[in-house]
């Protein structure tokens, strides 16, 4: 049985209580070197087998564990924070599938959550933004074209921006030419939740000159939308005067 596991976003007590308990029984364990805290690896046993998959080929990586599964084996693939968000998982569980080696998920928590909490912040604020946009600039990596940045900031919505803080002058332009104002607030968090997490806030304006005083240019979430700011209308939810399904409002 090889089961992927969300690895959370840093801070080794950020994993699932599962998904420590598959760490702790695992044969085999593949982590993601380049992103997983290797704190993480403390709860192996200590016979674990442990490789780093940032030297290996998506090949030496499905050898692994066909190799683990086929000794009658577990082998836990550690991702960093939720696999389903730039996981590259799809490619390893169709490989496994065509092998008929069962296979499961268990969720972690993403960076993106991370750097909220970093913040201190809500993505979700009334009146401001009821959605969150997980995108990255297109690099060494396509993205398809109609996901161009500036389309997605054209929304004015929260904007949750991985894998681009080494192309923050790329970035500040495209967000710039879809709509949003030189003074929208924005926010670069690097290693949300490890011990030397940093957070820099600016404003779209001086992204690009932020990131570069930051001398961050990886690991890095970039954040942008008024969320980042100070007007908001208060929730329905807590409302005095609004009736949900568990409460009946008073009236106005
Ligand atoms: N599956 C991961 C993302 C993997 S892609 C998740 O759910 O978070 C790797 C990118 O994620 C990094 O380049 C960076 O943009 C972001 N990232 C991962 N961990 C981070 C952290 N602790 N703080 C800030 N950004 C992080």
Known sequence: MIHFVGAGPGAPDLITLRGAELLKTADAIVYTGSLVNPALLDFAKKDCEIRNSAKMTLDEVITVLLHVHREGKTAVRLHTGDPSIYGAIREQMDRLEAEDVPYDICPGVSSFCGAAAALKAEYTLPQVSQSVIITRIKGKTPVPEQENIASFAAHGATMVIFLSAGMTEDLQRELLLGGYSKD?????????????EK???CTVGTLARTSAQSGVSN???????????????????????????FRQGEKA
Not at 190 to 195: L, R
Not at 220 to 242: H, M, Q
């Open 184 to 196: 929208t607030p924005a926010a670069i968090v690097y290693k949300a939740s490890w011990p030397d």
């Open 199 to 201: 957070v820099f806030r």
């Open 219 to 245: 690991l890095a979430l970039i954040l942008v939308g008024g969320f980042l700011g100070n007007d908001y209308e208060l929730s329905k939810l807590y409302d005095p005067t609004f009736t949900t399904a």
